[in-house]
């Protein structure tokens, strides 16, 4: 009996020694396992936030694209449209000239009377005589400058239009993409918080949830 008692008393003892054991060893295991998901979910918050920022610079290079596309677009329309209006008026100036010269006084004798040819150059030309009926050099000048430099003129003024408005769309992308920036040193007249603006103005939101910006001298 006694040694029936003393084998029981030894197995308790291997039985408690292995659950000792044990313990340890499970609490490792899942410690390591909780340590392995919280890399992984550490991971996966990386790599989101990295699409996220690849996502939103692909957003930004096919807006600024598009507005390039499109003022690069409106440029040659403009240039065309100028080119279109030149032609037109040389043709005019063509038309003009033959039906003047169509309408040029003959003598008796079927050529050209020359008193009336001199008025008609005159008058194609837009050309100011003189008393005895000779062109004016003074004014002749004038207006051949100024017909040679009216269609050059006309593209400049459009080539300045779509400059404006390329610079224009850019800054109104520019504008969607920036993100402002709170100035820490600065306080609204009711302690509202500061912001920088993309152009580097300041402004706080005033109560009606609309943006104030604060004079240069405040700053």
Do not use: H, W
Request: charged fraction near 35%; charge should be positive.
């Amino acid at each position: 009996m006694k040694k029936l008692l003393s084998l029981i008393a030894i197995l308790s003892f291997c039985v408690s020694l292995s659950m000792a054991q044990t313990a340890p060893a499970a609490a490792t295991k899942a410690t390591a396992k909780a340590k392995k998901e919280t890399s992984k979910a550490k991971d996966a918050a990386a790599d989101a936030k990295k699409e996220a920022a690849k996502a939103k610079a692909d957003a930004k290079k096919d807006a600024t694209a598009a507005a390039k596309k499109e003022a690069a677009k409106a440029k040659a329309d403009a240039k065309k449209e100028a080119t279109a209006k030149a032609k037109a008026a040389a043709d005019v100036k063509k038309e003009t000239t033959a039906a003047t010269t169509a309408e040029v006084k003959l003598k008796k004798d079927g050529t050209p009377d020359k008193r009336f040819a001199k008025t008609a150059a005159a008058a194609t030309s837009d050309v100011k005589l003189k008393k005895d009926g000779t062109p004016d050099k003074r004014y002749s000048a004038t207006a051949a400058k100024e017909k040679a430099t009216a269609p050059a003129k006309e593209v400049k003024k459009e080539v300045t239009a779509v400059k404006k408005q390329t610079t224009t769309a850019v800054a109104s992308n520019a504008n969607k993409d920036y993100k402002p920036t709170v100035d820490r040193s600065l306080k609204g007249p009711n302690s509202e918080v500061v912001y920088t603006g993309p152009r580097g103005g300041k402004y706080y939101i005033n109560k009606n949830g609309n943006k104030t910006y604060i004079k240069r001298e405040a700053e």
